[in-house]
């Protein structure tokens, strides 16, 4: 990768308007917001336009919130990531949650120009993946 920009920009996923155009994402925020759409859609849901798009996370609501539990969605998280041709490699940290989380991920994402990307993301007890 050259530079931040091929990252990519898309239009963000809560379709916001600004001015009347759609809202968009660039950068870092694209590559958020793609690892969370990505994590949030069951797996094959939209199979007729991607091939292995999204992730089983929801097969894990309802688990105890143990440490078997936790590798399990780690493995899952590491599966999605290792989609994106624009990763180069990342460390991913899962821990459990407090009241209403079911657990936080921390992520670390390197790209090929040797740039860092840190992400905090938590999957609440409803199933919904967001910020920290």
């Known amino acids: 990768m050259e530079n931040i920009s091929e990252l990519g920009v898309d239009i963000n996923s809560s379709w916001n308007f600004k001015n009347g155009d759609v809202v968009l994402v660039k950068y870092e925020?694209?590559?958020e917001q793609s690892i969370i759409n990505r994590l949030s859609c069951k797996l094959d849901a939209l199979d007729i336009f991607y091939d292995y798009y999204g992730s089983n996370l929801d097969?894990?609501?309802?688990?105890?919130r143990n440490?078997?539990?936790?590798?399990?969605?780690?493995?899952?998280?590491e599966d999605v990531l290792k989609q994106d041709p624009r990763i180069n490699s990342f460390t991913c940290k899962v821990t459990?949650?407090?009241?209403?989380?079911l657990c936080h991920i921390h992520l670390e994402i390197?790209?090929?120009?040797?740039q860092t990307f840190i992400?905090?993301?938590?999957?609440?007890?409803?199933?919904?993946?967001?910020?920290?």
């Open 59 to 64: 097969e894990f609501l309802g688990w105890l």
């Open 29 to 31: 925020d694209n590559i």
């Open 67 to 77: 440490d078997i539990t936790l590798e399990y969605i780690r493995i899952e998280v």
């Open 96 to 101: 459990r949650g407090l009241e209403n989380d």
């Open 119 to 132: 992400s905090n993301l938590v999957i609440k007890g409803d199933g919904t993946i967001g910020i920290r």
């Open 110 to 114: 390197f790209f090929d120009d040797e």
